[in-house]
């Protein structure tokens, strides 16, 4: 779905700038009619467009092409509708661009931008329109390089007519940091997101609960990128924040920060230990595994973990418990998390009761959008081979991706049994090493009427990643 942003701001540019603020949009619906003399050639083309219009928002967007053409063709041909062309083009590119024609839409944005070239100045925000339309036609044809280009002039062309941290720029930085990713350029990103958080706390203020969005979706992404101790103080702001400004001890954003903290914990004890202090537990020199973790499903207890993400977890429940009826969804999550910390610590009956409370807690919040977590198994713990990960966040232009399709059956304990290959192009030894961490795996199984029962033909993606350099480069850590 092309953002709401783009076929709004191009509904909203007729001949002459518009005005930033929202009115503005919502008059603009009508700014084709106003835009010129009355005439025939005015009365079909407002006709046309209120068509357009009718089908786009409604998306039938195969109606919405044949009423978007014939709007460009009448202001191609009646003078007094020059400036509205690229208005025009922008809208065929934008349906276009629904219609996963990018080729197509490549060419109409690329019109109206050249028509506004040779009119407008430096001090107009029209060129963003196009601008962004071609960095998203780029972006759908693969061309993530050149979608970048076109991203960061539409975001320095809004920045340079509206100020640094005006909000209509969001869309197009949120579509960059989508190319970013596509690239492997994850620090360029980050700085991306960070700047959607800077915009947020400039236009509402460092303790708003505005922020929260920005500053929820800057944490997510660090943890993205395994930067755990950047997550956890992240969310530690919007613990504070909300706290704050949101209703206190039972705010939804507080909560839900409390269990973030925990995760992060839990997967940086997981996933990047080397990170931890005081230094991690002796590893197996082949598998990486933890030796308390070695000669299969948890044969002793785990060394000492840093149980302030337990801890996290705990008090967050303790809060919902302290109410009559909490927020189900809320309680279930916070459950979930609770029983992912128990599996780690080798507390099975507790993982059990956490699970089934959630289960049940999920069922009766009824959230089909989202559904039960703990309707079909969920991996828990899986710690790959530190070698297949190691250039996880490499540029895909040097690295290459190898994969092994599994199915395994997970049984009421959690433990992966039966495990076979599918389909795989990774060598004889990765797919050993492969094999070996996903024996050591640990799921949360599905649970039926408050119970864990076994699960058969789940389906487990192995995944490796190895840098493709030419002959005689040095390789670099990512």
């Known amino acids: 779905m092309i953002p709401v942003f783009c076929l709004l701001a191009v509904a909203a540019v007729a001949a002459g700038d518009a005005p930033p603020a929202e009115d503005a949009i919502a008059d603009a619906r009508d700014s084709v009619t106003r835009a010129a003399p009355a005439g025939d050639s005015l009365d079909l083309r407002g006709h046309a467009y209120e068509q357009f219009r009718e089908h786009y928002d409604a998306g039938r967007y195969r109606e919405a092409l044949s009423f978007a053409k014939r709007v460009v063709k009448l202001c191609e041909i009646?003078?007094?509708?020059?400036?509205?062309?690229?208005?025009?083009?922008?809208?065929?590119?934008?349906?276009?661009?629904?219609?996963?024609?990018?080729?197509?839409?490549?060419?109409?944005?690329?019109?109206?931008?050249?028509?506004?070239?040779?009119?407008?100045?430096?001090?107009?925000?029209?060129?963003?329109?196009?601008?962004?339309?071609?960095?998203?036609?780029?972006?759908?044809?693969?061309?993530?390089?050149?979608?970048?280009?076109?991203?960061?002039?539409?975001?320095?062309?809004?920045?340079?007519?509206?100020?640094?941290?005006?909000?209509?720029?969001?869309?197009?930085?949120?579509?960059?940091?989508?190319?970013?990713?596509?690239?492997?350029?994850?620090?360029?990103?980050?700085?991306?997101?960070?700047?959607?958080?800077?915009?947020?706390?400039?236009?509402?203020?460092?303790?708003?609960?505005?922020?929260?969005?920005?500053?929820?979706?800057?944490?997510?992404?660090?943890?993205?990128?395994?930067?755990?101790?950047?997550?956890?103080?992240?969310?530690?702001?919007?613990?504070?924040?909300?706290?704050?400004?949101?209703?206190?001890?039972?705010?939804?954003?507080?909560?839900?920060?409390?269990?973030?903290?925990?995760?992060?914990?839990?997967?940086?004890?997981?996933?990047?230990?080397?990170?931890?202090?005081?230094?991690?537990?002796?590893?197996?020199?082949?598998?990486?595994m933890p030796e308390w973790q070695k000669g299969g499903h948890f044969s002793r207890l785990p060394p000492e973990i840093d149980m302030r993400g337990y801890r996290s977890i705990q008090y967050a429940i303790g809060r919902l418990r302290s109410v009559s009826d909490p927020p189900a969804r809320l309680l279930a999550d916070a459950l979930l998390e609770l029983g992912d910390w128990a599996i780690i610590l080798r507390r099975e009956r507790q993982a059990r009761r956490n699970y089934a409370e959630a289960f049940e807690l999920y069922q009766d919040a009824q959230d089909d959008a989202i559904g039960n977590p703990l309707a079909k198994p969920r991996l828990v713990i899986y710690q790959p081979p530190v070698v297949s990960w190691r250039n996880r966040l490499a540029p895909p232009q040097i690295s290459k991706l190898r994969k092994t399709e599994f199915t395994l059956t997970v049984d009421r304990h959690g433990a992966a049994r039966d495990i076979k290959v599918v389909t795989s192009d990774m060598s004889d030894s990765q797919l050993t090493q492969l094999r070996r961490a996903l024996e050591r795996a640990v799921y949360s199984p599905r649970y039926e009427g408050g119970e864990p029962v076994e699960s058969r033909g789940v389906s487990f993606a192995g995944e490796w990643y190895e840098l493709d350099l030419p002959e005689g480069t040095t390789p670099t850590a990512y």
């Open 78 to 288: 009646a003078a007094e509708c020059a400036a509205e062309l690229p208005t025009a083009y922008n809208n065929l590119g934008a349906t276009q661009l629904q219609l996963g024609d990018a080729a197509a839409a490549e060419t109409s944005y690329k019109r109206a931008l050249e028509f506004l070239e040779g009119v407008d100045t430096v001090s107009s925000r029209r060129p963003i329109v196009p601008l962004v339309g071609l960095g998203l036609a780029s972006a759908a044809r693969g061309w993530h390089d050149l979608a970048i280009e076109y991203f960061t002039r539409a975001i320095a062309t809004s920045r340079r007519v509206d100020g640094l941290f005006n909000q209509a720029q969001i869309t197009a930085i949120e579509q960059l940091i989508e190319s970013y990713l596509a690239i492997g350029s994850h620090e360029d990103a980050l700085r991306e997101r960070s700047y959607l958080l800077q915009i947020a706390e400039h236009n509402y203020g460092l303790d708003d609960l505005q922020i929260i969005p920005s500053l929820y979706q800057l944490a997510i992404f660090r943890e993205y990128i395994h930067d755990f101790e950047g997550a956890r103080a992240d969310y530690a702001r919007v613990l504070a924040v909300s706290e704050k400004q949101g209703g206190g001890r039972l705010s939804p954003g507080a909560i839900a920060a409390l269990v973030a903290i925990g995760r992060t914990y839990r997967q940086q004890y997981l996933l990047d230990p080397e990170s931890l202090e005081p230094p991690p537990p002796p590893r197996d020199l082949l598998t990486r």
